[in-house]
Nanobody, 116 residues
Framework: VQLVESGGGLAQPGGSLRLSCAAS????????MGWYRQCAGKERELVAS???????YHSDSVKGRFTISRDNAQKTVYLQMNSLKPEDTAVYYC???????????WGQGTQVTVSS
């Protein structure tokens, strides 16, 4: 399984970005797909996860601002990030697993920087 993220970059506070993660290889619709992020000097934290057709989890820090979605046919998961804050600056990693917060496969990461 390979995961390729895209969509990171620079945004101003209050702005928006949309991350995408496309999976290749054997991915089933029952797999959990989601996103972690790692801010400089901090541990990697779970941001959002999605199960088969149902959004399962958003962390408190992003709830109401970020939305995860997925396209099972395209084996792609998205993270729509609105009302961005400087503290959202991090490397965002896509993951696939069989349980929330238990990654089996990782993407390479995409940098998101929120700054004026």
């Amino acid at each position: 399984v390979q995961l390729v993220e895209s969509g990171g970059g620079l945004a101003q506070p209050g702005g928006s970005l949309r991350l995408s993660c496309a999976a290749s290889g054997t991915i089933f619709s029952i797999n959990i797909m989601g996103w972690y992020r790692q801010c400089a000097g901090k541990e990697r934290e779970l941001v959002a996860s999605s199960g088969p057709g149902v959004v399962i989890y958003h962390s408190d820090s992003v709830k109401g601002r970020f939305t995860i979605s997925r396209d099972n046919a395209q084996k792609t998961v998205y993270l729509q990030m609105n009302s961005l804050k400087p503290e959202d600056t991090a490397v965002y990693y896509c993951y696939v697993g069989t349980r929330i917060g238990s990654p089996q496969y990782w993407g390479q990461g995409t940098q998101v920087t929120v700054s004026s």
